[in-house]
């Protein structure tokens, strides 16, 4: 027997899966944590799919938002593509009736290893036999943190000079406990923040706010990922889409060491 009400946040450990299980768990939902860690829930791995059929007891709705953080595209295509496959499989054997897959806003827009990878994961949600949702949503405030850990060398970081439109992780699991709610609903409109910033900008701040010596070196990203980019490809687009929250500024204001 499951339930509309029990929900699985796989990778509900991680920088948005924690918004997702805090605004779940405020709207009244029983909710799991999934992890390799375990922490706070379940233990199990989505690549292997070790764990996933005793997660999946019970649950009927999970909230995909694992994460293999590469810069290889071949990694993260093999992550995205096993961690979806395994997902779907304990879903089915479980009577599991809704996915709910979290995804980024651009990816068919932006030529991007990871991207590709994201785009395959959405197409194996498609095709499969388990109701989905899928929510796109733009880079998060937190983004500029994890840039400056993945392009850090020695006192130097390095950043890409590209709009973005960054938006709070309490915005995203919102707008992915209203697609819980909703129940199966195919594409749903791409979430982002309120206005358009500077990658390397943000970083700039995330650094100084951090108290950082570290010394920013902004570039020009080459190529067609920073060509498509530039032309705002990663930017929310059309009228049907859902943007708001708090602004970079706002968000850093608010925020405590
Ligand atoms: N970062 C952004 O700006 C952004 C913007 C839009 C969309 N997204 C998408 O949002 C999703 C989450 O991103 P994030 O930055 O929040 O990720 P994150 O902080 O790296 O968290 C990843 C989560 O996945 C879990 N995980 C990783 N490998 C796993 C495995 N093999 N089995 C089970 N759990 C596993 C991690 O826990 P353990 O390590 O303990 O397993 C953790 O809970 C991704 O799909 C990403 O593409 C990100």
């Not at 070790?50 to 994460?67: Q, W």
């Not at 990878?117 to 095709?127: N, W």
């Not at 994890?146 to 392009?151: D, E, V």
Request: glycine fraction near 12%; aromatic fraction near 6%; hydrophobic fraction near 40%.
């Amino acid at each position: 027997m499951t339930s509309r009400k029990s929900v699985l946040v796989a990778g509900g450990t991680g920088v948005v899966g924690r918004a997702v299980v805090a605004e779940l768990s405020r709207r009244g939902h029983t909710v799991t944590v999934l992890s390799r860690s375990g922490a706070g829930g379940a233990r199990a791995d989505v690549s292997t799919g070790d764990g996933l059929d005793a997660a999946m007891t019970g649950i009927g709705t999970v909230v995909d938002t694992t994460n293999i953080t590469t810069f290889s595209g071949t990694r993260a295509a093999r992550f995205f593509t096993a961690a979806t496959t395994n997902l779907l499989a304990a879903a089915r054997r479980a009577g599991t009736g809704h996915h709910v897959l979290l995804s980024i806003v651009g990816i068919d827009r932006v030529p991007n290893p990871y991207y590709a990878a994201k785009l395959r994961q959405e197409a194996v949600v498609e095709a499969g036999d388990v109701p989905w949702t899928i929510v796109r949503a733009t880079q998060f405030h937190e983004f500029a943190a994890q840039m400056i850990t993945r392009t850090s060398a020695g006192p130097f970081v390095l950043a890409p000079r590209l709009p973005v439109q960054p938006v709070a992780t309490a915005e995203v699991a919102a707008a992915l406990a209203d697609a819980v709610e909703r129940g199966p609903s195919g594409r749903a409109p791409d979430v982002g923040g309120p206005q358009r910033e500077d990658l390397a900008d943000l970083m700039r701040r995330e650094l100084r706010f951090q108290g950082s010596r570290r010394l920013l070196v902004p570039f020009r990203m080459p190529g067609g990922y920073g060509r498509a980019a530039r032309e705002g490809g990663q930017l929310l687009h059309g009228d049907d889409v859902r943007r708001g929250g708090p602004s970079f500024a706002e968000w850093l204001a608010g925020r405590t060491k």
